[in-house]
């Protein structure tokens, strides 16, 4: 089940905002019920902060996936596209609180990006279903780094969390090129520009021209991963 989930993993990932979206367009069904948990957080009866609270939530968890999966790109480069090999297993940087920042990066995104508009029981459930899934496909990959770099794998598991980051000293190493980080950036702007712009909407802040920047911004986060995504698989063919 493991491998099958590791192997199909961007399905599972977009699955789970599909399902997300799918409960979000529905939601009318249900937003007057009287059963507070099918209704979304921010529009529970008799709590009158809760659609501050959310939106301020939910921007940031969006921009604390942003910081931590652009991080964690920048040492990983093309390789998190699948298109060239490290030379062992990446230690430095954000690797160095803990093991898996991509994958919890990616759990923080999707949490804080639905919590908005999903009914509150099915965006608890979703969450949790996949942190599941990305805990199966964690352990999966772990299992083939184990057995391909053995001794010093496990003790880099030993040292580093597997998804609570703890602040640590990082080893000594060159930083990543700026060329790096910003590759890195554009790979990652949606989750940013919509976290921005959730808080700016929470404090009241001025959006008059946020939304159309925000949906700019998603755009060339889309076209940034369609294109190195097609990369990967000119890559892989060759």
């Known amino acids: 089940m493991r491998e099958w989930i590791f192997k199909n993993r961007l399905m599972v990932i977009l699955g789970a905002f599909v399902v997300a979206l799918a409960a979000a367009v529905t939601q009318n069904l249900w937003v007057d019920s009287e059963w507070i948990w099918i209704r979304p957080l921010a529009l529970w009866p008799d709590v009158p902060w809760a659609p501050t609270a959310v939106l301020i939530g939910s921007g940031l968890l969006c921009l604390f996936a942003f910081g931590l999966r652009t991080a964690a790109e920048a040492r990983l480069r093309e ?49 949790l279903l996949f942190f599941f899934a990305l805990d199966a496909m964690v352990r999966h990959e772990e299992t083939i780094l184990t057995n391909q770099y053995g001794d010093e794998f496990q003790d880099y598991c030993r040292r580093v969390r597997r998804w609570l980051p703890w602040p640590r000293r990082s080893p000594t190493t060159s930083a990543p ?37 925000n949906v700019v911004c998603l755009v060339i986060w889309i076209a940034v991963v369609v294109s190195r995504r097609y990369d990967r698989t000119e890559t892989e063919e060759k």
């Open 79 to 127: 390789v998190v596209y699948g298109q060239g090999e490290t030379a062992g297993f990446i230690t430095q940087g954000p690797f160095a609180w803990l093991r898996n920042p991509l994958y919890l990066g990616t759990w923080s995104f999707f949490s804080g990006a639905v919590a908005l508009w999903t009914p509150a029981l099915i965006w608890l459930s979703l969450s």
């Open 177 to 213: 090129a700026a060329s790096d980080y910003a590759w890195a950036a554009l790979g990652n702007l949606g989750l940013g520009s919509l976290g921005l712009f959730r808080i700016a909407i929470a404090l009241d802040l001025p959006v008059r021209y946020a939304g159309p920047v």
